[in-house]
């Protein structure tokens, strides 16, 4: 089990920026790909970047060149850095751990952390 505590989100104007963290209770192991989602009022939960244990990202395209995903292991710890934030970047950001044992999925999330960008 793990569990995962994110902290930064708020109440940023349109091209602002913020700096979500995700905070894991245990090491980040190297089978760990970890990755923040969100969700916005009437919407289902999307991926908005992923990172692998090697350091591989991926971001939804309405993100690639304003949002950064890192992680530091040392620290248990994963980061996205938004920045150019726009309105309809608004919703509750989710942070999961996810690996597999045995071949079965194992998905971990945390309470998320509100973002609200006024226009």
């Known amino acids: 089990q793990v569990q995962l505590v994110e902290s930064g989100g708020g109440l940023v104007q349109a091209g602002g920026s913020l700096r979500l963290s995700c905070a894991a209770s245990?090491?980040?192991?190297?089978?760990?790909?970890m990755g923040w989602y969100r969700q916005a009022p009437g919407n289902q939960r999307e991926l908005v970047a992923g990172?692998?244990?090697?350091?591989?990202?991926n971001y939804a395209d309405s993100v690639k060149g304003r949002f950064t995903i890192s992680r530091d292991n040392a620290k248990n710890t994963v980061y996205l850095q938004m920045n150019s934030l726009k309105p309809e970047d608004t919703a509750v950001y989710y942070c999961?751990?996810?690996?597999?044992?045995?071949?079965?999925?194992?998905?971990?999330w945390g309470q998320g952390t509100p973002v609200t960008v006024s226009s």
């Open positions: 990172i692998t244990s090697g350091g591989t990202t």
């Open positions: 245990r090491s980040i192991f190297s089978s760990d790909t």
């Open positions: 999961n751990l996810r690996n597999y044992r045995l071949g079965v999925r194992y998905d971990y």
